[in-house]
């Protein structure tokens, strides 16, 4: 049973926006801080945003202003929408939750120039 799943990835131009899902089994995101994280080709995997269950945020300072996280703790979803792409954002995008130490697969976000 997939305790995470991401979706929501894609290819797309710069400057154009995505909105990416993460979908948990049973009520994970009322106990667990939770956060996107990403890995390009060759780079380590980074910390993008992350929102406690409370609601509050915090982001990596290279996606300020364009990156959103939020959560649905009612649906089991947390997201994150992505505006104004850029090349540099390609990248595998992981959601975790964190206080349980459990990752998804990732999905890919590839922004062509």
């Known amino acids: 049973q997939v305790q995470l799943a991401e979706s929501g990835g894609g290819l797309v131009q710069t400057g154009g926006s995505l909105r990416l899902s993460c979908a948990a089994a049973g009520r994970i995101f009322s106990v667990n801080t939770m956060a996107w994280y990403r890995q390009a080709p060759g780079k380590q995997r980074d910390l993008v945003a992350s929102i406690t269950p409370g609601g509050s945020t915090n982001y990596a300072e290279s996606v300020k202003g364009r990156f959103t996280i939020s959560r649905e703790n009612a649906k089991n979803t947390m997201y994150l929408q992505i505006n104004s792409l850029k090349p540099e954002d390609t990248a595998v995008y992981y959601c975790?939750?964190?206080?349980?130490?459990?990752w998804g697969r990732g999905t890919q976000v590839t922004v062509s120039s």
């Open positions: 975790a939750a964190l206080s349980f130490g459990l």
